[in-house]
């Protein structure tokens, strides 16, 4: 019956109101047998009944993603200058798809399946779990609470952050404690919708700490294992490689990861971007790939879109983890398009790191304008103020991005990600039920007593 999955409708019995009735809300648009008229703030009876329908209310993109509990439409006939709210409180019946508990337009970004794709397991070290580990493991904190330690978290730049992230992961000594710091982001991945993740690990953080590879390697890899049985994530591990140390030490990473290859599928590049091109690590990658690993690199995060041809063309980065200042060259931008080349955007990380002034400012409207695959992720969710769902949330709040473009950004996280394709078709089909069968939603108000 519609034609729009991405509109909702809203259905109103009108029948107790006698003369004329005027919306006090101009954001709302009268739809006239499915066709949007226009924004309108007066809106007559009888107009309605000459469609012979019940008369079909869209609300605007700021009402579809909230509970309908929260919405009050006031209604006030004029010739008995009553007030009707027809949606507060009123017993709504939802046909199709529900949109989850009691027919409520719970925001779809919260409901929608996704793959995060951007997310450093160290970055998860929520500060509770940072004490419990350095007590177990007897690791003194310039800390005294959890408390304290947020409010630690205010960042300059990338490098100031690093500073930090690099202090906390001194409390991961043991495999289990790796395993717990996995599991607990896998119990917070599940939560949000989460279907598949591709998680960072820096080995080079730890191994400098005199921490065996085996240790790190086995202890996620067992959560991780453990997740896809009892949530049903699939996952795919990447080490990463510190590009503030020398290319050497990252081949001496690689090797000594190896044996332990069964576990992870790729391999990434973070830590101070700028000073650090990616052409330092020309032979790792070479390796790398000639090992079958997969390739990710950071880029265009603080450092220039020159970066971002460097990881393609030098590293053969297949994603660019952040790339937001590939912006800055026109036919960068064109190859990311024409390639299909994904970004793994990070709103909050860029906004904490002071890559933008504030989420109002950040270029993914841009990117997606642009026909980017654009991706949203979490980054360092414990530092940033929040995980996948919490970035949708802020750019959702700062942009008013469509149902469309939520749909596009989930479509492009399981188009980004390395997994076999009847999965991914599954997930994808999984997503398309949620934005067709449940994209309409005709409710009926009774009407409240005149
Ligand atoms: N390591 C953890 N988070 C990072 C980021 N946002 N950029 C570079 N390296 C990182
Ligand atoms: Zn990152």
């Not at 509970?67 to 006939?77: D, E, M, Q, V, Y």
């Not at 917070?188 to 080079?204: G, L, M, S, T, Y």
């Not at 290859?261 to 790729?266: K, L, N, V």
Request: negative net charge.
């Amino acid at each position: 019956m519609f034609s729009d999955p991405t509109k909702i409708l809203f259905q109103f019995s009108l029948a107790h109101v006698d003369n004329r009735a005027v919306i006090d809300d101009p954001r709302f648009r009268f739809v006239d047998k499915n066709r949007v008229c226009h924004f309108f703030d007066e809106w007559s009876l009888e107009e309605c009944r000459e469609t012979d329908e019940l008369p079909w209310l869209m609300l605007p993109n700021v009402y579809q993603r909230h509970r309908i509990s929260s919405l009050t439409a006031t209604f006030l006939c004029e010739k008995c200058a009553k007030h009707s709210d027809f949606l507060n409180g009123t017993e709504t019946e939802s046909t199709g798809v529900s949109f989850g508990d009691g027919g409520s337009v719970s925001s779809f970004h919260e409901r929608m399946p996704k793959a995060e794709l951007h997310l450093h397991i160290e970055g998860t070290l929520e500060p509770e779990l940072m004490f419990d580990l350095a007590s177990r493991n007897r690791v003194a904190l310039p800390y005294k609470s959890p408390d304290e330690v947020r409010k630690a978290y205010e960042f300059s730049d990338l490098q100031s952050f690093l500073d930090i992230y690099y202090q906390g992961t001194r409390v991961l000594l043991r495999d289990r404690d790796f395993y717990d710091l996995t599991w607990a982001y896998l119990q917070k991945a599940h939560e949000q919708n989460v279907r598949h993740a591709e998680i960072f690990f820096d080995p080079q953080a730890h191994t400098e700490r005199d921490v065996p590879i085996p240790a790190i390697i086995d202890g996620i890899h067992q959560a991780l294992r453990d997740g896809e049985q009892r949530f049903g994530i699939s996952s795919k591990l990447i080490l990463s490689f510190l590009r503030h140390l020398s290319g050497e030490d990252a081949m001496r990473t690689l090797e000594a990861a190896l044996p332990y290859r069964h576990a992870f599928a790729g391999v990434g590049l973070d830590s101070s971007e700028c000073g650090h091109p990616p052409e330092k690590f020309t032979d790792v990658f070479a390796r790398a790939r000639d090992e079958g690993l997969f390739v990710v690199a950071h880029a265009g995060e603080e450092g220039p879109p020159d970066y971002v041809w460097q990881a393609l063309d030098t590293l053969g980065a297949s994603r660019i983890d952040h790339g937001v200042r590939s912006v800055e060259d026109p036919a960068l931008v064109e190859r990311l398009r024409s390639q299909r080349i994904p970004l793994t955007v990070c709103p909050l990380s860029n906004v904490k790191l002071r890559v933008f002034e504030s989420i109002e400012n950040h270029n993914l409207p841009q990117l997606l304008d642009a026909g980017l695959c654009v991706t949203i992720n979490s980054d360092d969710p414990a530092y940033f103020g929040g995980y996948i769902n919490e970035n949708f949330q802020a750019v959702d709040e700062a942009f008013q991005l469509t149902l469309h473009q939520l749909r596009t950004l989930a479509r492009n996280s399981f188009e980004a990600c390395f997994m076999d394709e009847s999965r991914r078709s599954r997930l994808l089909e999984e997503l398309d039920t949620i934005f067709t069968a449940g994209g309409t939603l005709p409710i009926r108000c009774d009407p409240g007593p005149s």
